[in-house]
């Protein structure tokens, strides 16, 4: 942080900072950031974008090719053939891999050279290289890429939030946002920004219920942070717990809810991870839940979801820029940061303590890659999905005499402890196991327990 001068007009006192945390938010081969996010699986692109052409994507620096061959098979390889260097976007997809148009070079899916055709008879030139390559997976109409160590593929994590309930439909999505990746991700750990951004400040962009200011809390989990938003509405209490998982993953609850009716959904309304295309690009790239348990009233907009589209407002540049200055949403608050925000200009306060934590987790992970250990991989339990813990849930619990704070706070901790201890069940189970102890929390009174001790003291 540096220290700012009070001086009134002092601009010209102020110093000039450039990026001061280069481990986080360079992203490129070789970089601490880019070898640590390398351990992940991360989505690059949506299903549906793929063709009968190659699709030219960068992901974390590196200029790539996706496709898939004529055998349906998905191919993700570096741009530029290994013959002379023209680019594979003007390949010819073929049976088996893709051809470059140059000199006919082939590749497959994996980077073995399949075929260079004005070799002569008996060249070995083929079986002396491979192309670079990287492993895919289709999933929830994304596809996904592993970019690390071919020897250190981990699991590919399956949330228990995308398989449940039954009947979950996934809609994808992806915005490219002009900005480095960990500004728009720590967004993610930093709740109170939706009772301003989207309230206070810049008008009722989700619901009036957003105003109310939170009491917050955040808690440290095996995936990474939960980041906990308790708010009264009216004899309602609400909890907005937010997944902020390591590296690049957050889930939401919907932005329709007004806290008049009760529910408990340990589910989420949106997964989404921020991919890093290079250091001042990024994908906001996700999925959207339609189910009865988190919008039971169908208010989201299938769509409005897709490539460049989302169904909550300002997390595009979509409206006219004279309408975003009037009411600025997530993208403009995050873009307008600069392409990567200098974090040596901030002054943090208490409510930024979700950000902290993030930026110590990812530190952690960052120096166990190069200590030469893997990083803390999602553990699946049970039920064979990885649980997690973000959950809606609004309840009945009156204001009473005393200092309403305690309660929210203490409501908020409850609830998003109970969520933690039983992740180990199988989430069918799980899911009827912590409604059921929410109501029998509720009816015993135990969320007036802050007050009755306050007072006995």
């Not at 008049?260 to 340990?266: F, N, Q, V, W």
């Amino acid at each position: 942080m540096n220290t700012i001068p009070v001086v009134p007009f002092g601009g010209y006192l102020h110093p000039r900072s450039e990026d001061t945390e280069p481990d986080l938010t360079r992203v490129g081969p070789r970089t601490p950031g880019g070898e640590y996010l390398r351990r992940f699986w991360h989505p690059i692109a949506m299903a549906a974008e793929l063709g009968d052409k190659p699709l030219p994507v960068t992901a974390l620096g590196e200029k790539l090719i996706l496709f898939r061959d004529q055998g349906g098979r998905l191919g993700l390889v570096h741009r530029h053939c290994s013959h002379r260097g023209t680019s594979l976007e003007f390949g010819i997809i073929s049976e088996r891999g893709i051809r470059c148009v140059y000199h006919g070079w082939m590749y497959d899916i994996d980077g073995t050279v399949l075929d260079t055709p004005s070799e002569p008879p008996g060249s070995r030139l083929k079986h002396s290289l491979c192309h670079g390559a990287y492993r895919t997976r289709e999933y929830a109409g994304l596809i996904f890429a592993y970019m690390g160590p071919p020897d250190a593929v981990p699991e590919f994590p399956v949330y228990d939030a995308l398989t449940w309930p039954e009947g979950n439909r996934l809609v994808a999505y992806k915005i490219p946002t002009p900005c480095n990746w960990l500004q728009m991700h720590e967004n993610a750990a930093d709740p109170v920004h939706t009772a301003y951004l989207h309230t206070i400040v810049s008008g009722v962009q989700f619901t009036p219920a957003f105003g109310a200011l939170p009491e917050l809390e955040f808690m440290e989990t095996p995936l990474g942070l939960l980041c906990i938003a308790t708010r009264r509405c009216g004899e309602n209490l609400w909890i907005r717990a937010s997944d902020v998982i390591l590296p690049n993953v957050a889930q939401f609850g919907t932005g329709v809810v007004d806290g008049t009716r009760e529910k408990t959904a340990l589910c989420a309304a949106f997964t989404r991870w921020i991919t890093p295309v290079d250091d001042t690009n990024c994908l906001v790239i996700g999925v959207r839940h339609f189910n009865d348990a988190i919008d039971p009233e169908r208010l989201g907009r299938e769509e409005d979801i897709g490539l460049g589209k989302l169904d909550l407002m300002g997390q595009t540049d979509e409206r006219p820029y004279a309408e975003r200055q009037r009411s600025p949403g997530d993208y403009d608050a995050v873009v307008g940061q600069g392409p990567i925000a200098v974090r040596a200009d901030e002054h943090l306060s208490s409510t930024d303590k979700g950000v902290a934590i993030l930026r110590r987790q990812l530190r952690t992970g960052i120096r166990e890659v190069q200590a030469g250990k893997p990083p803390a991989q999602p553990r699946r339990y049970s039920g064979g999905s990885v649980p997690t813990y973000n959950n809606e849930t609004i309840l009945r619990v009156p204001e009473i005499a005393g200092d309403d704070r305690l309660v929210r706070r203490d409501f908020g901790h409850r609830i998003c402890s109970l969520a933690l201890d039983c992740a180990e069940l199988p989430v069918g189970e799980r899911q009827a196991h912590f409604a059921r102890e929410v109501r029998r929390m509720q009816a015993d009174g135990a969320f007036y327990d802050p007050l009755k001790e306050k007072a006995g003291a």
